[in-house]
Every structure is written in C-alpha cells, then in structure tokens.
C-alpha cells in the first residue's frame, strides 16, 4: 500500500462535498436496478450461507465436508465442484475480477484479496464520456472517488435505501461466496469438455439463493436463472455467466494471486 500525506481540512471538506455529488449523481447507483436497504458495513466475506463464522480458507469448502469425485464418465454435482475450485483457490489470495453483461467493457473491474483479507481496488465504468468511479475497501471501509478525487471514506448510511445498483453491494462484497451460493443451488450439471478455455460447467440456480444485496443480480429477482461456469485445467474459474430474463451477469476471473495495489493507507 502507498502512504499519501493527510490534507488539511479546506482540501478534506471540498473533497467530501465533491465526494457527496459523485454519491448522489453518478451512475455508480444504477448500474442495476432494485430496491435493496444499504448494508452493515460489515463484509460477508467470513459467513457462511446460514449465516454463521467460517474461516477464510473455508470460503469456498464444501459445507458437508469433502465431496466423493464423481466417475469420470458422470458429471460434477455443485458440491464437487465446490471442493475442487476450493481448493484450487486455496493455493492463492487474490483474484482479478469482472462484472458486465459480456459486452466491452466491463461495469466493474477488481483486484479482490481473499483470506487474511478481503480488501479490494475496483474501477466502476459508467459509460462513454464519463469518468471513471474508483471504489476501494479497506478494513472492511468503502472509499470512493474518481480521477480527480481520491477515494474518500463513505459509510452505508451515506447511501439511500433505496439506492439500488452497485454501490450498496461493493459493501459488502465477496466474489467467492458469491461463487458459492451459485454452486449450492446448482441443479444438473452438464459439462462441455471443448469450451475454448477448459471446461465449461451448465446448470440451472435459484436467484434467491444469491448473497444480498448482489453483484450479480441487482434487486431481489427470484426464481431460476442459467449458469454457465468456465474453468481452466487446473479447476480455477475463468467466466461465470447467467441469464435470467433478458438479462446477462458475466463475471470473469483472472490473474490469481497477482499484487492488489490499494491507493488508501
């Protein structure tokens, strides 16, 4: 991390006025739709799905120990695929993340930490002629800014209840878990050995069964959704896509375990 030197009080109020119209006016709150209440500033990233304290090396363990492999000739169940991208990930403690709906370029993109950690550094694109939103957590605090403002503190009560969109969701954000609840509500899997980057995972998921608020599904959109997950040889995740409706999430994994460079100290 860099250290920056703290600025007087002038500078820090003009910042924080600039920082509340970014907030209030940018499109950083509607890149989804939904009502979702802002969250505690606590992150997900150490609870499981019932709620409880996992370890962080059990973010991504089966929740019913370890899973009998399936034959070779039958297809993953969620649960099996959960333990084997487990424990690829465990060999890492960061990941490069994206979020858009598979046109260039992504809404969102991260250097996420995980483990000891669940700090990150996201870049927001809010669409063309407009400035980028830089958006870091860090020791569980959100900062926002652009390239004019460093990213300043911002806590959840700062954003409307009924914000909806991103921002809500990066406070509480956490990739993994995500993953997670898309493999335990995984239905039959079929499998496509020839995908371009390994193998390619389809089922069917229950959008409720998505941390909230979400990432991947802004607002509180129930029933089944189809998921498409890409992994590489070495069981780590390389595209995870879902469509429900007319919608599409693609989130893409890459660079695992490459420096995340954090600009708040």
Do not use: K
């Not at 920056?4 to 709150?29: D, I, K, N, Y």
């Not at 929740?63 to 034959?71: H, I, L």
């Not at 050995?193 to 991947?216: C, H, K, M, N, V």
């Amino acid at each position: 991390m860099s250290l920056r030197r703290r600025p007087s009080h002038s500078l820090r109020e003009a910042r924080r006025g600039r920082l509340g119209a970014l907030v209030l006016t940018s499109g950083l709150l509607v890149l989804g739709c939904g009502s979702d209440p802002a969250p505690e500033g606590e992150s997900y990233l150490l609870t499981d799905l019932e709620g409880g304290t996992a370890a962080p090396s059990a973010v991504l363990g089966s929740a019913t120990g370890t899973a009998t492999p399936a034959p070779a000739d039958e297809a993953p169940t969620g649960t099996e695929l959960i333990s084997r991208i487990g424990e690829a990930v465990a060999a890492f403690d960061s990941v490069v993340v994206t979020r858009g709906n598979g046109t260039p370029p992504p809404d969102l993109r991260a250097g996420f930490t995980y483990g000891a950690t669940n700090d990150f550094a996201a870049t927001v694109f809010l669409g063309p002629g407009t400035d980028e939103m830089l958006v870091e957590r860090v020791d569980g605090t959100l900062y926002v800014g652009d390239a004019d403002t460093p990213p300043q503190p911002v806590d959840a009560d700062e954003v409307a209840p009924d914000a909806g969109g991103s921002l809500p969701a990066l406070f509480v954000w956490s990739p993994l878990l995500d993953l997670r609840a898309v493999l335990t509500s995984a239905g039959p899997v079929t499998v496509d050995a020839s995908a371009a980057d390994g193998t390619a995972y389809r089922f069917d998921i229950a959008l409720g069964a998505l941390p909230r608020p979400s990432t991947i599904a802004p607002g509180r959109q129930r029933g089944s959704a189809t998921a498409t997950l890409t992994v590489d040889d070495d069981s780590l995740p390389v595209q995870l896509e879902i469509s429900y409706g007319e919608s599409v999430a693609v989130v893409g994994y890459s660079d695992w375990g490459a420096p995340v460079e954090l600009s708040v100290s």
